[in-house]
Antibody, heavy 120, light 109 residues
Framework: EVQLVQSAGEVKKPGQSLLISCRTS????????ISWVRQVPGKGLEWLGI????????RYSPSFQGQVTFSADKSNSTAYLQLSRLKASDTAIFYC?????????????WGQGTMVTVSS | SSVLTQPPSVSVAPGQMAKITCEGT??????VHWYQQRPGQAPVMVLY???DRPSGITDRISGFNSGNVATLTISRAEAGDEADYYC????????????FGGGTKLTVL
């Protein structure tokens, strides 16, 4: 069974950084793109960018460039999202999602989401 | 760049048909994917490539895409269909950017 299991929710203070993990299993981690998606509470889905774990090819949404960093560790089939210089407006649920096949394919398997709360 | 417009809400009576639209210039030339998100849960892919259903998704859900509008249709609506629905495309004209519609809340009255 294909699974994406994300790290637990966290509470951070403004200015701090955070690393969210997305541990995958049940498929070849190195051969499928992964997208990261943000959802502010009560709002819609926003695409942050993608990473191809096989070679760490990464593309960021212009709206989030500089605010987020993606990485992937092939040794433990885990993708990571780093959030820097957190602001209260970064309070959101962050999802990782596997692409069905190619970079322009649907997101067929999603992680359960990681709730990030930024508050002083 | 692509902008996808969905109605904020759609209501349907149990047993009736619901249609959720996703409008975008030339969307008919793109592959549209649809996701269902029930309250408190992660999104789930319910349609890909305009009209293909992944295994395990009810055949009451169907899709069509042409011109400037893609449509997700739910026939014989049930209480369990109540959720937010999002359309999504890839914008290859902008260094491969993912674009989501604003989402539609489906209420089964």
């Amino acid at each position: 069974e294909v699974q994406l299991v994300q790290s637990a929710g966290e509470v951070k203070k403004p200015g701090q950084s955070l690393l969210i993990s997305c541990r995958t299993s049940g498929y070849d981690f190195t051969n499928y793109w992964i997208s990261w998606v943000r959802q502010v509470p009560g709002k819609g889905l926003e695409w942050l960018g993608i990473i191809f774990p096989g070679d760490s090819d990464t593309r960021y949404s212009p709206s989030f460039q500089g605010q987020v960093t993606f990485s992937a560790d092939k040794s433990n089939s885990t993708a990571y999202l780093q959030l820097s210089r957190l602001k209260a407006s970064d309070t959101a649920i962050f999802y990782c999602a596997r692409h069905k096949v190619d970079a322009d394919d649907a997101l067929d398997i999603w992680g359960q989401g990681t709730m990030v709360t930024v508050s002083s | 760049s692509s902008v996808l417009t969905q109605p904020p809400s759609v209501s349907v009576a149990p047993g009736q048909m619901a249609k959720i639209t996703c409008e975008g210039t030339g969307i008919g030339r793109k592959s549209v994917h649809w996701y269902q998100q029930r309250p408190g849960q992660a999104p789930v892919m319910v349609l890909y490539d305009d009209s293909d259903r992944p295994s395990g998704i009810t055949d009451r859900i169907s899709g069509f895409n042409s011109g400037n509008v893609a449509t997700l249709t739910i026939s014989r609506a049930e209480a369990g269909d109540e959720a937010d629905y999002y359309c999504q495309v890839w914008d290859s004209s902008n260094d491969h950017r993912g674009v989501f519609g604003g989402g539609t809340k489906l209420t089964v009255l």
